[in-house]
């Protein structure tokens, strides 16, 4: 039986992931999931782990009130409040869309300025300015927050095994940065799947997850593999004309609670 083994959230894009037993689900995918996002000050570009790979060591913690707690080795942390209705817009750009939404204001913008190493700010979107899905793919009226291109992102437990005896050594989950894994399926059968439902909710398969160097940083230490894995091992075994793929992009057609545990029943 397939069931949902489990959850991840990043708060912060590119920031430490939690590890949840139970969350909601909202237009976005799962409640609060990359809906905060670091940005250059003077040019509003995003930034990540690909260019910026201590990010794998801020710790952002989603609070009951909706906003953030901020902490990092040698940081103490801060607690930053959900910006209200009249807080300043910053436009961003990330990927190839631009947008405006509130920052979060001077005192979270130093503390990530002093983290980074460079002027930095902190910003936020709310549901009213989401971005829509990736061209081409799913509905006109799928919409994200600042995940690169879907709400949610899914991988088989024996695609991470599989993938792990190809590199030689255990590889772990958090590198890909999934919000659901799966247990009971054969390696990479999710690439075939194209919807499915976990509990009262149905999701559609859109688009498989092409992957980057992100990969090969150690999440817990923020160093990069000397090997370039296994990324190195995707672009030999995986690879297509669009990429390295390991994993597939979700859109979540309605709202609901998942809970670890679950079945999961493939409806197509």
Excluded at 128 to 145: E, L, M
Excluded at 156 to 171: C, F, H, N, T, Y
Excluded at 242 to 256: H, I, K, R, T
Aim: net charge negative; glycine share 10%; proline share 4%.
């Amino acid at each position: 039986m397939l069931r949902l083994s489990a959850l991840y959230r990043y708060p912060l894009k590119s920031g430490k992931g939690e590890i949840l037993q139970q969350i909601d689900l909202d237009k976005l995918g799962l409640d609060g999931d990359r809906r905060w996002m670091l940005v250059d000050e003077a040019s509003g570009r995003f930034l990540t782990q690909r260019a910026v790979a201590q990010m794998s060591r801020l710790s952002a913690l989603w609070n009951a009130e909706g906003g953030l707690t901020l902490s990092a080795p040698g940081h103490a942390s801060i607690d930053i409040a959900l910006p209200g209705h009249d807080a300043e817009l910053r436009g961003v750009t990330i990927w190839r869309d631009t947008l405006r939404v509130p920052d979060a204001g001077d005192a979270a913008g130093a503390w990530v300025s002093a983290f980074i190493g460079k002027p930095t700010r902190l910003v936020q979107v709310p549901l009213d300015r989401a971005r829509t899905t990736q061209s081409g793919f799913g509905k006109d009226d799928d919409q994200v927050a600042f995940a690169d291109g879907f709400p949610l992102l899914l991988i088989g437990q024996a695609s991470l095994e599989d993938i792990s005896q190809k590199v030689g050594r255990p590889m772990e989950m958090l590198r890909f940065r999934p919000n659901l894994v799966i247990d009971g399926s054969e390696a990479y059968a999710e690439d075939g799947w194209k919807r499915i439902r976990i509990g009262d909710v149905e999701f559609r398969v859109v688009k498989s997850c092409s992957r980057c160097i992100l990969t090969t940083i150690d999440p817990q230490t923020g160093e990069r593999s000397h090997d370039r894995e296994p990324f190195a091992s995707l672009q030999k075994y995986r690879s297509t004309e669009d990429g390295a793929m390991f994993g597939q992009n979700l859109v979540n057609d309605s709202n609901g609670r998942l809970e670890v545990g679950m079945p999961v029943e493939i409806l197509e």
